[in-house]
């Protein structure tokens, strides 16, 4: 009988239309609190209805194919579970009743579904609205833009740090900075490479400055520098492909105005340098890709197809890619993951791009190994892998769920059990791997398959205390419904290293300014959105979802052979590389971050989000012309 009523519902338009547009109105009422006796529900439904007519026409459109369908209808459910995986607490907080529970959720999940795929719909039609074309005359003023933008992200740049100089310490970069000066042994917990960098500048500094402050700051100079470079170098870069003055220019205001990228850049952290590392990574990596000679996607070639032309973008490749797997753990993973796709990537220029891959590996081997061993560089210890089966573990027994006697006995002889209620907390795992530090971390190193199978048989017995454990410990890089505050760091923590706040500037009213800008984002929709890690990564994966539906090249595509059809993935792979690496990034962090709602893990998706906007206009604008062509 539901299989008889569904098959009539979808063979129905008029039906099929009510369907979603209820499906989707009880979501968005459901995750906005809304009282079902609230008249707002009906005009809700309304617009639902009209917006679900108006993807409809779009779908018989020439633009969309099945294989557009079936990708956007893929990455709607994927959107649609990470939405829920990280609020249906929430969303089932009035209901005891398990029915009413999954009854509730499944609405949630259809009505999310069709949401997000009629909005992908209509965000990649009004995508090819948007003009990238170059007017005469404009040729002049892109080529200026680098420049421009390096000199505007500098100057937005140093109000903020005159009102915080030599830079915003928080106790990681104490912490660095004892180890500069020699007070702690050198550690690669927080990446060595890192430190080094900070010792360079720092030293360089003593050269000209008398206080410990006025040496200092030559490093937070060179970290603005670079970031303002990084800026510089992707608009360069998108200006070949874009030639849009205006998009160009509205780029470069997000990196220069935003309020978070002038604190993040005056902030001592290896976030902050990693971010701007993996901008020109990813730029480069895209000039790279675009500049073999190949066709990509469908049937673009750039005026310049020889490696020797792109020398700035190669020497950049692999500066920044060696700086990428040093400046971050995650980062070497990250790398390590993409790998092989980048192999496929470049398999084409095999000759060069296979020999600097490989000697990039060696080079970074070279670091970690026998350079880090000379200098006596310690390894963050076991406990820092495991913060998540740690958090799991910890939340069996903090929500007191039974254990047996071997059980117990085996997670005492590591960590004192009777403080773990009281310390456990469900978003970072700092308490949990200090109990393991204070207990025997030596035994469970030793111990590793036993611990990992007791791991295992908890979470057999417990799936959904693990469950609730990961998405707590994680929720805050997918699910957009979690809060928190971003860019508030602020002065020099109390240290023993002679280094103190100054304020060069200050006063009241820049005092107050920059509150404002930095509470915006709890009042201002959609631009809010841009402060919340898992909203960039979605936004990341709408332009990619886009951006492989675009160089598809629409319905001509679907009835294709079996040949093309397999060169069609290599070329999917192809246009989707500049992306592989941050979210290789971020599928790290869903494995082991230690903090669930830290803005400067993700930081490199705030870097990278107008990259990834310009590179899926570029290919929009593509596919346009070449529909209209034919």
């Known amino acids: 009988?539901?299989?008889?009523?569904?098959?009539?519902?979808?063979?129905?338009?008029?039906?099929?239309?009510?369907?979603?547009?209820?499906?989707?109105?009880?979501?968005?009422?459901?995750?906005?609190?809304?009282?079902?006796?609230?008249?707002?529900?009906?005009?809700?439904?309304?617009?639902?209805?009209?917006?679900?007519?108006?993807?409809?026409?779009?779908?018989?459109?020439?633009?969309?194919?099945?294989?557009?369908?079936?990708?956007?209808?893929?990455?709607?459910?994927?959107?649609?579970?990470?939405?829920?995986?990280?609020?249906?607490?929430?969303?089932?907080?009035?209901?005891?009743?398990?029915?009413?529970?999954?009854?509730?959720?499944?609405?949630?999940?259809?009505?999310?579904?069709?949401?997000?795929?009629?909005?992908?719909?209509?965000?990649?039609?009004?995508?090819?609205?948007?003009?990238?074309?170059?007017?005469?005359?404009?040729?002049?003023?892109?080529?200026?833009?680098?420049?421009?933008?390096?000199?505007?992200?500098?100057?937005?740049?140093?109000?903020?740090?005159?009102y915080s100089y030599p830079g915003i310490m928080t106790p990681d970069s104490i912490n660095q900075f004892e180890q500069v000066l020699g007070m702690q042994s050198f550690s690669n917990h927080h990446p060595w490479l890192h430190t080094m960098t900070i010792s360079l500048?720092?030293?360089?500094?003593?050269?000209?400055?008398?206080?410990?402050?006025?040496?200092?700051?030559?490093?937070?100079?060179?970290?603005?520098?670079?970031?303002?470079?990084?800026?510089?170098?992707?608009?360069?870069?998108?200006?070949?492909?874009?030639?849009?003055?205006?998009?160009?220019?509205?780029?470069?205001?997000?990196?220069?105005?935003?309020?978070?990228?002038?604190?993040?850049?005056?902030?001592?952290?290896?976030?902050?340098?990693?971010?701007?590392?993996?901008?020109?990574?990813?730029?480069?990596?895209?000039?790279?890709?675009?500049?073999?000679?190949?066709?990509?996607?469908?049937?673009?070639?750039?005026?310049?197809?020889?490696?020797?032309g792109q020398r700035l973008s190669l020497i950049l490749y692999i500066i920044s890619g060696f700086l990428m797997c040093l400046y971050r753990t995650n980062g070497w993973y990250a790398f390590l993951i993409s790998f092989p796709f980048?192999?496929?990537?470049?398999?084409?220029?095999?000759?060069?791009?296979?020999?600097?891959?490989?000697?990039?590996l060696l080079a970074v081997l070279l670091v970690k190994g026998p350079v880090m061993r000379h200098y006596c560089v310690s390894q963050p210890d076991f406990a820092e892998a495991i913060s998540i089966p740690l958090q799991q573990i910890g939340r069996v027994i903090a929500t007191g769920q039974p254990l047996t006697n071997e059980e117990e006995a085996m997670i005492a002889q590591v960590i004192d059990i009777s403080h773990v209620t009281e310390l456990y907390r469900e978003n970072i795992s700092d308490n949990m791997k200090e109990l393991v530090r204070a207990g025997d971390p030596e035994y469970l190193t030793e111990h590793k398959v036993d611990y990992l199978k007791l791991w295992l048989t908890l979470g057999l017995k417990y799936p959904?205390?693990?469950?609730?454990?990961?998405?707590?410990?994680?929720?805050?890089?997918?699910?957009?419904?979690?809060?928190?505050?971003?860019?508030?760091?602020?002065?020099?923590?109390?240290?023993?290293?002679?280094?103190?706040?100054?304020?060069?500037?200050?006063?009241?009213?820049?005092?107050?300014?920059?509150?404002?800008l930095l509470k915006l984002q709890n009042i201002v929709p959609i631009y809010g959105a841009f402060w919340s890690m898992a909203s960039l990564f979605w936004g990341i994966l709408i332009f990619l979802c886009i951006t492989l539906g675009a160089s598809h090249g629409g319905r001509a595509r679907d009835a294709v052979s079996v040949e093309s059809k397999r060169k069609g993935v290599f070329v999917q792979l192809e246009v989707a590389a500049p992306w592989i690496p941050n979210i290789a990034v971020i599928g790290t962090l869903l494995l082991a971050t230690p903090v669930a709602t830290e803005f400067r893990y993700a930081y490199n998706l705030a870097c990278c989000i107008p990259l990834y906007l310009g590179i899926m206009l570029h290919y929009r604008t593509v596919a346009g012309n070449n529909l209209r062509v034919s």
């Not at 040729?139 to 740090?161: D, G, K, M, W």
């Not at 470069?252 to 990693?274: G, R, S």
């Not at 192999?343 to 000697?359: D, E, P, Q, T, W």
Request: proline share 3%; with cysteine.
């Open 464 to 516: 959904k205390v693990y469950f609730d454990a990961y998405v707590q410990q994680t929720k805050g890089f997918f699910a957009p419904t979690v809060i928190y505050e971003v860019a508030e760091a602020d002065g020099v923590v109390p240290n023993e290293t002679g280094l103190f706040r100054e304020y060069i500037i200050g006063g009241k009213l820049f005092v107050k300014v920059r509150e404002i």
């Open 201 to 308: 500048f720092y030293h360089i500094g003593t050269m000209f400055a008398s206080t410990t402050g006025g040496a200092f700051v030559f490093y937070t100079v060179f970290q603005i520098c670079f970031l303002a470079f990084a800026v510089a170098y992707m608009i360069h870069i998108l200006a070949k492909y874009l030639k849009s003055v205006p998009l160009l220019v509205g780029i470069l205001c997000f990196y220069a105005l935003m309020p978070y990228h002038n604190v993040m850049a005056i902030c001592i952290w290896k976030d902050v340098m990693f971010g701007g590392t993996a901008l020109i990574f990813s730029a480069s990596l895209f000039d790279l890709q675009k500049q073999q000679g190949e066709k990509i996607g469908f049937g673009t070639k750039c005026a310049e197809t020889d490696f020797r």
């Open 1 to 162: 009988m539901m299989q008889c009523f569904s098959k009539r519902i979808s063979e129905n338009p008029v039906l099929f239309l009510l369907f979603r547009s209820l499906m989707s109105t009880w979501a968005i009422m459901r995750m906005g609190y809304f009282s079902p006796m609230n008249v707002i529900g009906i005009f809700l439904f309304l617009m639902v209805c009209m917006f679900y007519q108006r993807t409809d026409s779009l779908k018989v459109s020439a633009a969309f194919g099945r294989y557009e369908r079936r990708l956007y209808g893929f990455f709607a459910l994927l959107f649609a579970a990470m939405y829920l995986c990280g609020s249906y607490p929430e969303l089932i907080y009035d209901l005891d009743n398990a029915l009413f529970q999954a009854g509730i959720l499944a609405v949630c999940f259809i009505g999310l579904y069709f949401l997000f795929f009629s909005g992908l719909l209509i965000l990649t039609h009004y995508a090819g609205y948007i003009s990238v074309s170059c007017h005469s005359g404009r040729e002049e003023i892109l080529s200026r833009l680098p420049i421009a933008a390096f000199i505007l992200c500098v100057l937005c740049r140093i109000p903020f740090l005159l």
């Open 342 to 360: 980048l192999m496929v990537v470049f398999r084409k220029k095999k000759k060069i791009m296979y020999s600097v891959h490989f000697l990039l």
